[in-house]
């Protein structure tokens, strides 16, 4: 069977790799895919918009989706140095089209055999049906809160103003028959940069002077919200060219495809950074390059069009979150990995103060320290209400495929067994732990898990440790106004969604090739959820659809 089983996985890669679209030199593979997604993008969001929480979830799976046949293109379609056909070709158009859709099966079989791998569920071949053991047998709201609650919080972030660009907006915009451009002078993309760049600045969280083998992290930050700020201004400018009546919905010109040289200037001139160091920048952003083998539009969202243009889709760069995707690249870069390693080391401080200052005015005392084989991350401490809670603080890169998630759950099980170790000295009466704390046996006591990105799966928890998110706990500290009403808000497991109630599970049949399985989805019940949904604006990529 194992044999069997890896016969299938190889022919389902081999059949979703067979598609017109690969066939073509690269740039115009690119270029087909990116403007086909452009169009999706438009829908949802200009033409037949979705409601916030539609569209969250609507871009997280075409972000998903779109990694795998630009990654087939990456790796098959002829690296030939080609002028760009932007005429609307209808069978390269459907071929686009349906690969993506295709993509949706794929993006579940590559969730389905990692877990095989990990021998996290079974899996037998029916015919030409792969039956995965029951999924149902693992509580999924975990997935759920990880998957729908924000990734930090949402009052970190500020509304922009877009009727402020309109008018300016205009007035650098040509349109002409089916196409538009837009002339990025200075003016334009200061007025840009605070406008939305102000906006997803607020995303960007880790020490700004970090400094990497070839820029800091404030350089990186820079580059990266101008040219988002640049990608959002061309999206907001092919409305503006619709509602003109350019044709076809402007979709020659729905990719954004600079000269190379061009862009490094407007990007210096916008940043005030060296043109060396812009470039370094966007070789690092640039999809498949800086010996990255496993590419993904997340995290590398521009490609190299091989004729001295780039392709820059505004779908891909307003709906990523540069500093989480640059972290993550850094562990892919050898050069970088072991410089970024000794840089996390602060993380956890940072978390730490984040959360101090969070609730600095709340009468609160708080603690940290060494007790024994362990430490105490974070002691929240009402000395009136007599009541102690200890935080195991976890940050790490948020998980985006199924393998990470599965790597960052183990470190969730790490901080979990931490936190018992804590409950246990308390409940022994330990007194390196009560000198620490200033604490004694008669406070409510609770020990739990913070972690900034993600809670782990449902087979690393522990009853006795409830564990959120970081910003999710402060946040409802603040809320109820105390840290009482808290605890039995963690101990009840309230945070979690519940299934019936806030989302449902659905069966989703895929289908590659002559292969078949079901696997699952999540589907919210309402659109005002009783959890804080994720920012419409930013996509993580998630293990399942």
Request: net charge negative; proline share 4%.
């Amino acid at each position: 069977m194992p044999n069997l089983l890896e016969s299938a996985e190889s022919e389902i890669d081999a059949s979703f790799a067979d598609n017109a679209v690969a066939l073509v030199p690269f740039g115009q593979s690119v270029w087909t895919l990116l403007s086909v997604a452009e169009d999706y993008h438009f829908k949802a969001f200009v033409h037949s918009p979705l409601s916030d929480p539609r569209a969250t979830m609507y871009v997280d799976s075409l972000m998903n989706e779109l990694t795998y046949p630009l990654r087939v293109c990456h790796r098959l379609s002829p690296k030939d140095s080609i002028e760009i056909d932007r005429r609307m070709n209808e069978e390269l158009y459907r071929s686009a089209h349906e690969w993506i859709e295709k993509a949706g099966s794929y993006v579940n079989f590559s969730s389905i055999f990692p877990l095989y791998h990990a021998k996290q569920i079974e899996l037998k071949i029916v015919g030409n049906t792969l039956v995965p053991s029951d999924w149902r047998l693992g509580e999924l709201s975990y997935e759920v809160y990880d998957r729908f609650v924000a990734k930090r919080d949402p009052e970190r972030g500020a509304d922009f103003d877009q009727e402020r660009l309109v008018g300016e907006l205009a007035s650098h915009t040509n349109h002409s028959g089916d196409a538009f451009s837009v002339r990025f002078d200075q003016r334009l993309v200061q007025l840009l940069r605070v406008t939305f760049g102000t906006q997803m600045m607020a995303r960007h969280i880790l020490p700004s002077d970090w400094q990497f083998a070839g820029f800091s992290l404030q350089e990186y930050r820079d580059v990266f919200t101008c040219l988002q700020s640049l990608a959002y201004g061309w999206f907001l400018a092919r409305q503006l060219a619709v509602h003109k009546g350019v044709a076809h919905y402007g979709f020659k010109s729905s990719v954004w495809t600079p000269r190379k040289g061009a862009l490094v200037m407007t990007l210096s001139r916008g940043t005030g950074h060296a043109k060396e160091k812009v470039s370094e920048i966007l070789s690092y952003m640039t999809f498949g390059e800086v010996g990255v083998r496993h590419p993904d539009v997340a995290i590398q969202p521009i490609f190299d069009l091989l004729n001295g243009q780039y392709a820059i889709s505004p779908f891909l760069l307003v709906h990523t979150n540069g500093e989480r995707n640059l972290c993550v690249l850094l562990n892919q870069v050898p050069k970088e990995r072991a410089l970024y390693a000794r840089l996390v080391d602060e993380k956890e401080e940072m978390a730490r103060i984040q959360i101090i200052h969070t609730l600095a005015d709340m009468n609160l005392d708080f603690r940290h320290g060494r007790i024994g084989e362990t430490d105490v991350d974070l002691a929240i401490i009402d000395r009136a209400a007599k009541i102690c809670l200890c935080v195991e603080i976890k940050w790490f890169i948020e998980p985006a495929e199924i393998r990470e998630v599965l790597a960052r759950s183990e470190e969730i099980k790490k901080g979990v067994g931490q936190a018992v170790k804590i409950r246990a000295a308390f409940d022994r009466r330990d007194d390196t732990l009560f000198e620490l704390l200033d604490i004694d046996e008669t406070y409510d006591f609770l020990a739990m898990v913070g972690s900034e990105n993600s809670i782990g799966n449902h087979s690393v928890q522990d009853p006795r440790v409830p564990v959120t998110k970081l910003w999710h706990l402060a946040s409802e500290i603040r809320r109820t106004g105390g840290v009482g009403p808290v605890l039995a808000w963690l101990r009840s497991r309230a945070y979690l969604p519940q299934e019936g109630r806030d989302y449902r599970i659905l069966q989703i049949p895929i289908e590659i090739g002559k292969w078949r399985s079901t696997w699952y989805g999540i589907d919210y019940l309402h659109e005002e959820p009783g959890w804080v949904l994720p920012e419409s604006m930013e996509a993580s990529v998630a293990p399942s659809n």
